[in-house]
């Protein structure tokens, strides 16, 4: 199994940036495509971005310009870099893992999830 933990969360104001961490443990997961999502309150959760096992991304169009993911094997982590935030950001984020698939939208499509990270953008 993959086990995942969620870092980097915090208050940050708008315009600002904010770099998320998901590490892995249990298992080396370069075979596994990662992806990364938000659920805000009352909200459903929602895709942000997703990246494959070689290197290629796909983004939420709310995000797309302005986050970008990355993976580093080596350490068993993937990134969520975040600029220009926006209140409208303001979530609990998610990474999660998935074995079967490349850059799947559908929280459905993964097979392993980290506990989640608080992010807060205030105006």
């Known amino acids: 199994q993959v086990q995942l933990v969620e870092s980097g969360g915090g208050l940050v104001q708008a315009g600002g940036s904010l770099r998320l961490s998901c590490a892995a443990s249990?298992?080396?997961?370069?075979?596994?495509?990662m992806g990364w999502f938000r659920q805000a309150p009352g909200k459903e959760r929602e895709f942000v971005g997703a990246?494959?096992?070689?290197?290629?991304?796909y983004y939420a169009d709310s995000v797309k310009g302005r986050f970008t993911i990355s993976r580093d094997n080596a350490k068993n982590t993937v990134y969520l870099q975040m600029n220009s935030l926006k209140p409208e950001d303001t979530a609990v984020y998610y990474c999660?893992?998935?074995?079967?698939?490349?850059?799947?939208?559908?929280?459905?499509?993964?097979?392993?999830w980290g506990q989640g990270t608080q992010v807060t953008v205030s105006s």
């Open positions: 990246i494959n096992r070689y290197g290629g991304t």
């Open positions: 249990g298992r080396t997961f370069s075979n596994y495509a």
């Open positions: 999660a893992a998935d074995f079967q698939g490349g850059l799947s939208t559908s929280s459905r499509e993964y097979d392993y």
